[in-house]
């Protein structure tokens, strides 16, 4: 009569140990994809700053960001030589008339900015030139400044 309760309690705890192993291996795999996705975004910024203008340096984590964005440390680059600055850029999801795209801001002197969309080609990026102009690009730039904010005061905690 006790035989079927063990047989129950072992098919269970099988059960249960399949599951966690199978959470186990999908967190392996998400965190060995983290360093890719960091650096491609980290490419996807340095392609729409000029490369010989600006440097794109190490990940800042932003909490409330979720995972529409990602900020990075920007130096600036003169003579040859990195100078340290207090620049930052992100690349974030912005809804445009042509759908949701990858815009990268930069915040340099306190000033926020549109540098560009990432992700695309030379000749459609200059189809975005008058992007900058339009009333939802001023939304998202007070967006970024919000953002930019949040990243320094986490700088600050540190």
Request: charged letters at 20%; hydrophobic letters at 45%.
């Amino acid at each position: 009569m006790d035989y079927e309760p063990k047989k129950s309690l072992v098919q269970c705890g099988v059960f249960i140990g399949i599951i966690c192993a199978f959470f186990l291996v999908l967190s392996l795999f998400i965190e060995l994809s983290r360093g890719n996705w960091e650096r491609g975004l980290r490419m996807a910024v340095q392609n729409v700053l000029p490369s010989s203008e600006y440097s794109v340096g190490k990940m800042v984590r932003v909490e409330e960001s979720g995972s529409n964005l990602a900020c990075f440390e920007i130096s600036r680059i003169s003579d040859g030589a990195q100078q340290q600055s207090d620049a930052l850029a992100i690349v974030m999801r912005v809804t445009t008339y042509y759908g949701s795209l990858p815009a990268v801001f930069v915040r340099e002197a306190g000033k926020t900015r549109f540098a560009g969309m990432a992700y695309l080609m030379s000749s459609v990026a200059e189809e975005f030139a008058d992007v900058t102009r339009s009333t939802p690009m001023d939304f998202w730039t007070e967006q970024a400044d919000v953002i930019f904010d949040a990243a320094l005061r986490l700088g600050e905690g540190k």
